[in-house]
């Protein structure tokens, strides 16, 4: 019932920056938290951050707390991520998802983009 879509992901070097965008399509009968999970190669996927509708309720995960802002822009339907002092373990792909709350817990979430390859050089 609902699309999702990322963009912006690339290759940059460390201490670089970049913007991940993801614009959400189709059918949606509520408010909903939208958000940012990534997998490296070999690894869990792990919870980067998400938002609340409103925006005033915003989690992050421990190893992107200080580096990474998530935003949204409702009219748009979009959520987007600023990345910045990118090290190389942020290396994964990044998947966008749409859910009930802000928890840091997969489950939550019920629509899930492709994902898009974020890769920090040394």
């Known amino acids: 019932q609902v699309t999702l879509v990322e963009s912006g992901g690339g290759l940059v070097q460390a201490g670089g920056s970049l913007r991940l965008s993801c614009a959400a399509s189709?059918?949606?009968?509520?408010?909903?938290?939208m958000g940012w999970f990534r997998q490296a190669p070999g690894k869990e996927r792990e919870f980067v951050t998400a938002?609340?509708?409103?925006?005033?309720?915003?989690t992050y995960g421990d190893s992107v707390k200080g580096r990474f802002t998530i935003s949204r822009d409702n009219a748009k339907n979009t959520v987007y991520l600023q990345m910045n002092s990118l090290k190389p373990e942020d290396t994964a792909v990044y998947y966008c998802v749409v859910g009930r709350d802000t928890r840091a817990y997969a489950a939550t979430y019920d629509y899930w983009g492709q994902g898009t390859q974020v890769t920090v050089s040394s």
């Open positions: 189709g059918r949606t009968f509520s408010t909903y938290a």
């Open positions: 938002i609340s509708w409103s925006g005033t309720v915003r």
